[in-house]
């Protein structure tokens, strides 16, 4: 390899920090082997009495973990004992996961002062770099004004950290709108924040009526496997997850990804659309195959006529994605690094590849190649390699506060994604599909959002995500379109 590549590829590797806190942890590092030791062998002094402040409450094959923190359990520094109990407690609970992303959730309840929310950030602190790494967002519940004034955040790097991923919550109400709440977690709540906070009765009925709703749904869709005590109120969510959140085929493609690639792979002739993917189709009737991926009705979505309906819901997935496929720090490190990395193109590109989250990288690979056959088919479909990156790059990249000055990087992104599609051609997408029939037909008694009592479609369309609700003008053409 050229030297100057060879320059360029050392000088961006330097340019990345995974952590702004890096040789700060990896002194922690040595600290930690230690605790780790004492964690094996020390059990909980007798005299602890305290229940246990930190509680894992999502599955144990989640691959975001959310761990609740209970600041009225945790002891007071002055008891040593008990403190260092707690302490314990905590690299217990998380070292065995600590390689997978996670949230914690810090409850405040009932606290009148900070002291104990300062206390646990300067031990997490004394941790090394993956509690850092991988926290993707520290909630504080129940914040009380202090809290909220952010004089307890202070000066230092840990506490900067802290500042700038915490977000505070009111209730338990907000709290449940996350996207990962699971109405299962209450269970794990103590007595005194439910009595503390009355909108876990507002939660309570919230949920009485989505489980009518689901069993309404049932009905209509002929599916028992809808889980009523689960992701309550999130049925409605097909697009805007995190990408870890999406139900994946034995492949570990999203599987509302393979039902769109499946839809152009069954009617190869849908990809000499002229304009596929460029051209714009009726919003209205895309929140309709939205309503039908979330349910899984591989039937409908192959029966969709108009294939710019189904390239386009393909675009949304990756526009409307909570943090994007190529990650805000990614977004960052190319910002940062433009000059060298215009000079060294195919260098700068394969390093994205290299930095990118496994999750997201198998996902790009698979859409890469899926849209170079949409290339092939450039004679008729007008749509080149330069046309696709133009498409994808504002879908792939964007940073997570938006600017003006982010206009001036978008020629930077459309090169990338040029690049990747040249370097990608030939993956073998098809490989990562899942074989699955038609279950059902286009039989509109067996489709409920093609029903003759159109009531159903309401039904169906509630599903699709709050912002994307249908209005009335919206809904009472589909209800001519299907009548």
């Not at 919230?206 to 709703?213: D, G, I, P, S």
């Not at 409605?236 to 599987?255: A, D, F, M, T």
């Not at 349910?295 to 006529?305: D, R």
Request: charged share 30%; net charge negative.
């Amino acid at each position: 390899m050229d030297q100057s590549i060879n320059d360029a590829e050392a000088f961006l590797k330097q340019k990345i920090k995974v952590n702004p806190l890096k040789d700060q942890m990896q002194q922690n590092q040595k600290n930690y082997e230690i605790q780790l030791q004492v964690a094996h062998y020390f059990k909980k002094s007798e005299c602890y009495t305290k229940k246990p402040a930190i509680k894992l409450v999502s599955n144990e094959n989640d691959e975001l973990q959310v761990y609740f923190i209970y600041g009225e359990h945790i002891p007071d520094q002055s008891k040593k004992q008990d403190y260092d109990s707690f302490k314990i407690d905590v690299i217990e609970t998380m070292h065995p996961k600590i390689d997978r992303f996670f949230i914690i959730v810090f409850f405040n309840t009932n606290m009148m002062t900070a002291s104990t929310l300062n206390d646990f950030k300067d031990f997490y602190g004394t941790l090394p770099e993956k509690y850092f790494f991988h926290m993707k967002k520290f909630i504080v519940l129940h914040a009380n004004f202090i809290v909220k004034g952010g004089g307890i955040f202070g000066m230092n790097e840990i506490k900067s950290f802290f500042k700038k991923i915490t977000t505070f919550v009111d209730t338990l109400l907000i709290l449940s709108k996350e996207e990962w709440f699971k109405y299962k977690m209450l269970a794990a709540l103590p007595e005194s924040v439910k009595a503390y906070d009355q909108s876990y009765k507002d939660i309570e009925n919230q949920r009485k009526k989505t489980v009518f709703r689901k069993q309404q749904t049932q009905q209509a869709v002929g599916d028992d496997d809808i889980d009523s005590d689960d992701n309550f109120d999130k049925e409605s969510k097909i697009l805007g997850l995190n990408l870890h959140e999406y139900e994946r085929n034995k492949y570990g493609i999203p599987v509302i990804l393979d039902m769109l690639v499946q839809y152009f792979e069954k009617q190869p002739e849908k990809l000499k659309t002229e304009g596929i993917f460029r051209k714009q189709a009726v919003v209205y009737e895309e929140k309709v195959v939205e309503a039908a991926l979330a349910c899984q009705k591989v039937g409908f979505v192959n029966k969709v006529e108009n294939a710019h309906t189904i390239a386009c819901v393909f675009k949304q997935f990756f526009l409307r994605l909570r943090e994007p496929l190529m990650t805000y720090q990614l977004y960052d490190w190319v910002v940062q690094n433009k000059p060298q990395i215009e000079q060294n193109m195919e260098v700068s590109v394969q390093m994205l590849f290299d930095y990118m989250p496994e999750l997201n990288r198998e996902i790009l690979l698979f859409s890469l190649g899926f849209l170079y056959s949409v290339i092939k088919e450039q004679e008729h479909n007008l749509m080149t390699a330069y046309n696709m990156a133009v498409v994808f790059g504002p879908n792939f990249f964007r940073s997570e506060v938006v600017k003006m000055a982010d206009l001036g990087y978008v020629t930077l992104f459309v090169q990338i994604v040029q690049i990747m599609l040249e370097q990608k051609k030939d993956y073998d997408y098809k490989k990562f599909l899942e074989v699955r029939s038609d279950n059902l037909n286009f039989d509109a008694s067996l489709v409920p959002f093609l029903p003759d009592d159109l009531a159903n479609l309401d039904d169906i369309l509630d599903m699709v995500s709050d912002k994307n609700v249908v209005n009335e003008t919206e809904r009472k053409e589909l209800k001519a379109r299907y009548k």
